[in-house]
Structures are given as structure tokens and as C-alpha cells.
């Protein structure tokens, strides 16, 4: 597991719910996999209770299965649930993005250019693993509700996409497909450009790329993906 070091304003049980779900996320605890409480509490630092109560506070999003008398599973990915997160990301960054367009200093352009650069310089392949494609996938969307002032909302919104985030890490390891970066390329330049209209059409496409990716995720690690119906 990655480990960060517990912030000074977080609950035990804060911390613990930040690093498992970070985990999960990364695939550092992968679909599928069987998880102690008290392994977890060891690398942690903290006691069962607080690891319990975080596994317990994320199985009510689906991403952890608790197995009464057997103990606590990662859910496999579910594309029903993907998707309701997708669509909760496409309903309100599309919305922002009115704001941003009218809000955005040469400072934000030059700051959301910047990180665009960073991601074409992370898919080089002598810069493979230097460079964390999701790390800079985040921060562009998050420099966006910042411009927007919605912050508190992207902060919201974190927590409800889960299992897209899931899904997006493993498309930008697995797949590491161009477009993504050329979508924020577009979408960067439509917002210095102040056209909000085509700032919301690239989104749009920008986030329906994790439905295009579901059949190479699901051809790389079929173990993973909850079967179709």
C-alpha cells in the first residue's frame, strides 16, 4: 500500500477512509482482493476500530464488499455504477463550465497549459513512471472547479466517482491513449479562447472515453470487471 502521512486536522477514521479509497483507486488494493482489518490497521498505524468503520462507511458506495463471518473484500468494477459516476462528473463539469470560460486569468490559462505539457511529457516512454498520469489528470479538473469557485462541489463530487476514477486510472495505465491529453489540450484552449460552447462539447466527449476504454480493460483484466448481464 501507499502510505501518506496522516494530516493534522483528520480523524483516525478520516485517515484511514482517505488511504484505503487512495489504494483503491491506484489498484495498490485490487478488484476482488481479500482485505484484513488488522493488516490494515498495522500499516496504518491506527487501531481496528477506525479501519473498520472506514471499510464500513465505503461499502455503502459498493466499493468494498463486507462478507459477514469471512471479513472485508474490494468490489470487483461494476460499469452500472461506473457509469451513474460518469454521469454525475459530466452533469457538473459541463455546468461549470460557463464560469470557467468567463472567470479564467491568462494565469489560469498558463497554469492549465502547463499541465497539459506535463502529461504529453509523462506518456514519453523514458518517462514512464515518472511522471503520474492521474495525479495530473486531477489536477486539471480540479484547477477547472477552482476557476469555476466550486471547489467545496469538486470536493463532493470526489467522493461520489469512486468507481469512475477506478476505471480511469487503469485506462491511463493499460490503454495511455493520446486523445485524453488532446481533450484537455482543446478544452484549454477553447476556455482561453472564452468559448464555453466548445469548451462543453469536448468535455462531453472527454468523458464518455471510459466507455470506449471498458472492452481493453476488460480484455487486460477480465478478473477485475464484474461479468455483463
Known amino acids: 500500500m501507499r502510505i501518506e502521512e496522516r494530516r493534522g486536522d483528520e480523524t483516525a477514521r478520516e485517515y484511514a477512509i482517505r488511504m484505503i479509497r487512495a489504494n483503491i483507486i491506484a489498484m ?10 488488522n493488516e490494515l490497521a498495522a500499516q496504518l498505524g491506527l487501531s481496528r476500530t477506525p479501519v473498520r468503520e472506514a471499510l464500513m462507511d465505503l461499502a455503502k ?3 468494498v464488499d463486507v462478507l459477514p463471518q469471512r471479513g472485508s473484500r474490494i468490489a470487483l468494477i461494476d460499469y452500472a455504477l461506473v457509469e451513474e459516476s460518469r454521469f ?23 497554469q492549465l497549459c502547463y499541465n497539459v505539457r506535463s502529461q504529453t511529457i509523462g506518456l514519453e516512454p523514458d518517462m514512464e513512471g515518472a511522471l503520474s498520469l492521474m495525479e495530473l489528470d486531477n489536477a486539471f479538473h480540479q484547477t477547472l472547479f477552482r476557476i469555476a469557485r466550486k471547489e467545496n462541489i469538486c470536493r463532493i463530487l470526489g467522493e461520489m466517482t469512486i468507481h469512475f476514477d ?12 493520446e486523445r485524453v ?5 482543446d478544452i484549454c484552449a477553447a476556455i ?3 468559448d464555453a460552447a466548445r469548451a462543453k462539447e469536448i ?4 468523458l464518455s472515453r471510459v466507455q470506449v476504454d471498458e472492452e481493453a480493460i ?9 461479468p455483463k448481464i
Do not use: W
Not at 491529453?181 to 489540450?185: F, L, N, V
Not at 468535455?203 to 472527454?206: E, I, L, N, T
Not at 476488460?218 to 464484474?226: E, F, G, L, T
Open 28 to 37: 495498490e488494493l485490487k478488484p476482488g482482493a481479500m482485505v484484513s482489518e
Open 218 to 226: 476488460r480484455r487486460a483484466y477480465p478478473q477485475y470487471v464484474k
Open 88 to 110: 454525475a462528473r459530466e452533469v457538473l463539469e459541463v455546468a461549470i463550465l460557463d464560469q470557467v470560460c468567463e472567470r479564467a486569468t491568462p494565469e489560469d490559462c498558463a
Open 61 to 63: 458506495f459498493h466499493i
Open 192 to 194: 482561453c479562447a472564452k
Open 181 to 185: 491529453i488532446e481533450d484537455h489540450r
Open 203 to 206: 468535455m462531453r466527449v472527454h
Open 166 to 177: 477506478r476505471v480511469r486510472a487503469l485506462a491511463l495505465n493499460i490503454v495511455r491513449d
